[in-house]
C-alpha cells in the first residue's frame, strides 16, 4: 500500500468518526434539553424540534416523552452533517421557563446543557474510542 492510500485510508476514518461525534453530542444534547424540560400539559417538553438546514418553525401536538425522544433520533440519525442542525422549542413560554420560571427547572434547560459542553463532548469521544 502506498503512503497516499494510507493517508486517503486515514482521512476516511477520521471523517467518519468526526461524523460519529457530531452525531453523539447531537443526541446527548437533544436528550437532556427533552429530559429537563419541565412537564405540566406535556406541551413544552413535546417541542423540541429537530432539523437540518432551517430552524423548524411552529409547533407540534402533544406526545410523550419517548415519541419526542424518538423524534429527536431520526433527526440527528438523517443528518446530513454537512448542514447546520438546529435543535429548537418555539413555545411562547420557552424563554421563562429557561429564566428559570419554573421550580421543575430552576436553572433553565439550555444554559446548563451548554455549561456541560465539555463534558458531553468528552464522555462522546470516549465512546468512540
Known sequence: MTW???FDRFLKKFDDNVDDLAVEV?????????LRSPVDTGFFRSNWQIDQGSAPSG??????KDEAMSAAQSAIQ???????LYIVNNTEYGIFLEEGHSDQAPTGIVDVTLIEFQD?????LN???
Open 120 to 124: 458531553i463532548l468528552t464522555g462522546a
Open 59 to 64: 409547533t407540534v401536538s402533544i406526545r410523550s
Open 26 to 34: 447531537s443526541l446527548e444534547i437533544a436528550t437532556r434539553f427533552i
Open 4 to 6: 497516499d492510500q494510507d
Open 78 to 84: 438523517d443528518w446530513d452533517i454537512g448542514s447546520l
Open 127 to 129: 465512546e468512540l474510542r
